[in-house]
């Protein structure tokens, strides 16, 4: 079993839509849990850090459930400039910084 | 703004041939990581560096590949001899360190091993 497990998607959906991805990690040790945006053709970048209690940052909302080793992320009102591929990403080690990715999931926002 | 810089940002090479790619961390940062790319594995990280010191490549085939920081400006991934298997995107990424550390992505080497 993979350390970390998305659906590879992709999504296609409407513009102004909700779209949720969920994201699975194998270690219940796991500290930290993030998720990356890459752009086609580009690097990864922090979208943002997933916190016990769950945290937004305008429209993306990000949950984690420790009980069920699962963490989702969810865009509301979806733009064209959200198309991307979203990388789950967990620290399965405490006290140092190595992180593992999940494969990500491709999202295609439709005009 | 502060970024990762990588070089070469392509390399096409035959098989058997020596490659070595290059990454300048961000000023300041004392975490510097390997990352390889492909559609079908995704990103494995293959060398993570603290204090210029080497943490863990245990994701590296040791047998061809070496990772090194010759100080806190550089740092290198070398394939000798290189296989049209390595073909991938090589990304460097830096940090500040720590559980919470935001690793910023250089914008990588693509990689193509003829």
């Known amino acids: 079993r993979k350390e970390v497990e998305q659906d590879p998607g992709p999504f296609n959906v409407p513009e102004g839509a909700t779209v949720a991805f969920n994201c699975t990690y194998s270690n219940s040790a796991s500290q930290s849990f993030f998720w990356y945006r890459q752009d086609c053709r580009k690097e990864p970048k922090l979208l943002m850090s997933v916190y016990s209690s769950g945290n937004e940052d305008g429209r993306f909302t990000a949950q984690l459930n420790r009980a069920s080793q699962y963490i989702s992320l969810l865009i509301r009102d979806s733009k064209l400039s959200d198309s991307a591929t979203y990388l789950c990403v967990v620290n399965t080690n405490f006290g140092n910084e190595k992180l593992t990715f999940g494969t990500g999931t491709r999202l295609t926002i439709i005009p | 703004d502060a970024r990762v810089t990588q070089t070469p940002r392509h390399k096409v090479t035959e098989m058997g041939q020596e490659v070595t790619m290059r990454c300048q961390p961000i000023?300041?940062?004392?975490?510097v990581f390997w990352y390889r790319q492909t559609m079908m594995q995704g990103l494995e990280l293959l060398a993570y560096f603290r204090n210029r010191a080497p943490l863990d490549d245990s994701g590296m085939p040791k047998d061809r590949f070496s990772a090194e920081m010759p100080d806190a400006t550089l740092a290198t991934l070398k394939i000798q001899p290189s296989e049209p298997r390595d073909s991938a995107v090589y990304f460097c990424?830096?940090?500040?360190?720590?559980?919470?550390?935001?690793?910023?992505f250089g914008p990588g080497t693509r990689l193509t091993v003829l």
């Open positions: 000023l300041g940062h004392n975490t």
């Open positions: 990424a830096s940090g500040e360190g720590g559980a919470q550390d935001t690793q910023y």
